[in-house]
């Protein structure tokens, strides 16, 4: 079974790879968009604290939980199962330089797919949705540029679920003092923009 897949997610990079003929734009293009897209997700934060309302900041903090859980079982799983990246193996071509270092997930797209699929049950559909394909934009540069395999991001997906589902009861429960705590620090420490109207109170 596993090498079954194995076979399917190299077959699947060859095909989504760029491969030395190709056209310098579009090599640009992917690495703006593998590299840059990812900064979206903490001006996004910010934006949503600082002009937001109680609702907006509580979904904002649990975006940040969930992202930092993700993260960290991406973390984990690397150092349980250590999985090599194209070019380690001498798949394909790679146009960035990445550390060897385990492939599986994308830290990238478990972040964005964390932001998009939390905002998305929290009722942020127009910013989730476009967080979703960010997430699918990377995933498809990063293969592109040599970095990642398809089965990574599919990897990159699946934990962002599995962590939003566990996050969300107990945010549920713990959400709202911990908003109320923060939010009250907030207005002590910015209380100068604040007070300017430059941030929402």
Known sequence: MLDTLETINRSLFILLNGGEGTPAWAVNLAIAMGEALIYTVPLALLWMWLWGDFARRSLALKVFV????????????????????PFMVGLGHAWIPHQPDSSFPSDHVTVLSAFGLTLLTGGEIGLGSLMLSFALLVALARVFLGVHFPMDMAGAFVVASICLATIAPIWQAV??????????????????????????R
């Open 175 to 200: 959400g709202r003092p911990i908003t109320g705590g923060l939010e009250r620090a907030y207005r002590l420490v910015c209380a100068w923009p604040i007070g300017k109207g430059l941030f929402l």
């Open 66 to 85: 969930v992202v930092m859980v993700a993260v960290g079982v991406n973390q984990l799983i690397g150092l349980v199962w250590q999985h090599p990246r």
